[in-house]
């Protein structure tokens, strides 16, 4: 069993930002994560069609911005245009949809790490110009900036474990499939981040046999965790850090 862990700023992350305050993947979420106290923000990269690193969840635009359409029918000059924050409310009119390293340049500068969780989509080349381009991003970060990679592709997280072997990987999961553990090890990751319904203390007593971090994905209710910390639950990825942190 792993050994009981406190709620601090560290174990926190920052669910594309402050998002349950603050348009989800934009600096102003990030900003947002900071004032509650978060130390770590989790974002979504994806590519543009010309290849450009956005900050991004979903595959198309329609969702979060004032524009329609497929990122893979856009270029990086098209993001001028492009308003992030007027769908979550007025008074973020005007928020840029960042490219990773805006954001990278952005997260340095209000001293929060991150956690990048890799979107691998149709319209990508290859799966080596994904992690080629974020690993190339992840190169020009501040040096006091820590960084962990997530994925629900464990492809994705074996590519970027060949560019550069100190990167913490985390496996995705909604919920662990039989061969949890052998897939962990052939990576090879040191987390796994799973959907906060699928936590149980027998993933914590396995994983924590073996030296594996577990957070959970997406809580916000600090009541539904609290049983666990004390089983070695690593961390929480919430919408709203603030909730964890008051």
């Not at 979504?44 to 893979?72: F, M």
């Amino acid at each position: 069993m792993a050994a009981p862990v406190s709620i601090t700023p560290d174990t926190i992350q920052a669910h594309r930002g402050a998002s349950a305050v603050a348009p989800e993947n934009t600096v102003a979420a990030f900003r947002a994560a900071r004032d509650q106290g978060a130390r770590w923000v989790e974002l979504d990269v994806a590519l543009l069609g010309d290849g450009t690193p956005v900050v991004i969840h979903d595959v198309t635009l329609d969702r979060t911005t004032n524009r329609t359409g497929s990122l893979a029918a856009l270029s990086k000059a098209d993001l001028a245009g492009i308003d992030a924050g007027t769908w979550f409310g007025a008074g973020f009119a005007g928020e840029p949809l960042p490219t990773l390293p805006e954001a990278i340049t952005a997260l340095g500068e209000l001293g929060l790490n991150l956690n990048v969780e890799i979107k691998q989509h149709e319209h990508h080349r290859s799966l080596e110009q994904l992690t080629e381009t974020v690993h190339a991003c992840l190169g020009e970060r501040a040096p006091h900036t820590q960084v962990m990679i997530s994925s629900f592709d464990p492809e994705c997280l074996k590519a970027m474990h060949r560019l550069d072997s100190s990167y913490e990987l985390a496996m995705l999961w909604g919920e662990l499939p039989p061969d949890w553990l052998d897939q962990v090890a052939a990576i090879p990751a040191t987390a796994i981040h799973l959907h906060y319904r699928a936590l149980c203390f027998g993933v914590l007593d396995r994983a924590g046999e073996r030296g594996i971090a577990v957070r959970t994905w997406t809580c916000n209710d600090p009541s539904q965790m609290a049983p666990f910390w004390k089983e070695g639950l690593a961390g929480v990825i919430t919408d709203n850090p603030s909730l964890f942190l008051s």
